[in-house]
C-alpha cells in the first residue's frame, strides 16, 4: 500500500513540475515583449484601428454583393421552384409506373411458375397412373401366359 501512495506521490510531482517548465518555455520562446498596436509583425486586437476599418470595409462589400444576388434570385425563384416540383412530379409518377409494371412482371412470373409446378404435379400423377395401368397390364399378360400353358 506505501508502494503505490510513493508512486501516486512521485507521479504527481511530475506532472506538475511538467506543467511548470511547460508554462516558462513559452514565456522565455515569445522573448518578443508586448504587442504594439499598428505594429504588422504582433497580433491585431479589438482596439486596433485597422481592425476595426477592415471589419467596416468587409461588411460593406459583404452586404452589397448578397444584395445583388437576392435580387436577382427572387424573379427566378419562383419560375424554378415551379418547374422543379413539376419535375418531382413527373420522376415520382414515373417511379410509381415502373413499380407497377415491375410488380405486374413479377406476378406473372410468378403465376407462370405456379401454373408450371401445377402441371408437373399433375404429369407426376399421370406418370404414377400410368405405371400402375403398366403394372397391372403386365401381371393381368403373365395371369394370361400362365392360364395358357395350362
Same mark, same amino acid.
Do not use: H, P, W
Given at each position: 500500500m506505501?508502494?503505490l501512495?510513493?508512486?501516486?506521490?512521485?507521479?504527481?510531482?511530475?506532472c506538475v513540475a511538467?506543467?511548470i517548465?511547460?508554462?516558462n518555455?513559452s514565456?522565455?520562446?515569445?522573448?518578443?515583449?508586448? %504587442?504594439?498596436?499598428g505594429?504588422?509583425? +504582433?497580433?491585431?486586437?479589438?482596439?486596433?484601428?485597422?481592425?476595426?476599418?477592415?471589419a %467596416?470595409?468587409?461588411? @460593406?462589400?459583404?452586404?452589397?454583393?448578397d444584395?445583388?444576388?437576392?435580387n436577382?434570385d427572387?424573379f427566378?425563384?419562383?419560375?424554378k421552384a415551379q418547374q422543379?416540383?413539376q419535375q418531382?412530379?413527373?420522376?415520382s %409518377?414515373?417511379?410509381l409506373?415502373a413499380? @407497377?409494371e415491375k410488380q405486374?412482371?413479377?406476378?406473372a412470373?410468378a403465376?407462370k411458375?405456379e401454373?408450371?409446378?401445377k402441371?408437373e404435379?399433375?404429369?407426376?400423377?399421370k406418370?404414377?397412373k400410368?405405371?400402375k395401368? +403398366?403394372?397391372?397390364?403386365?401381371?393381368k399378360a403373365?395371369?394370361d401366359?400362365?392360364?395358357?400353358?395350362?
Amino acid at each position: 500500500m506505501s508502494g503505490l501512495k510513493n508512486l501516486f506521490i512521485t507521479l504527481s510531482g511530475l506532472c506538475v513540475a511538467c506543467s511548470i517548465g511547460a508554462c516558462n518555455l513559452s514565456a522565455i520562446e515569445s522573448g518578443k515583449g508586448a %504587442i504594439v498596436l499598428g505594429d504588422s509583425s +504582433t497580433i491585431v486586437t479589438e482596439n486596433d484601428s485597422q481592425y476595426l476599418e477592415d471589419a %467596416i470595409i468587409d461588411l @460593406e462589400d459583404s452586404t452589397l454583393k448578397d444584395n445583388v444576388r437576392s435580387n436577382e434570385d427572387s424573379f427566378n425563384n419562383v419560375a424554378k421552384a415551379q418547374q422543379l416540383a413539376q419535375q418531382q412530379k413527373q420522376d415520382s %409518377i414515373a417511379r410509381l409506373k415502373a413499380a @407497377e409494371e415491375k410488380q405486374k412482371d413479377a406476378d406473372a412470373t410468378a403465376k407462370k411458375k405456379e401454373d408450371k409446378r401445377k402441371q408437373e404435379e399433375k404429369d407426376k400423377k399421370k406418370n404414377v397412373k400410368d405405371k400402375k395401368q +403398366t403394372a397391372s397390364q403386365k401381371k393381368k399378360a403373365e395371369e394370361d401366359k400362365k392360364k395358357r400353358r395350362r
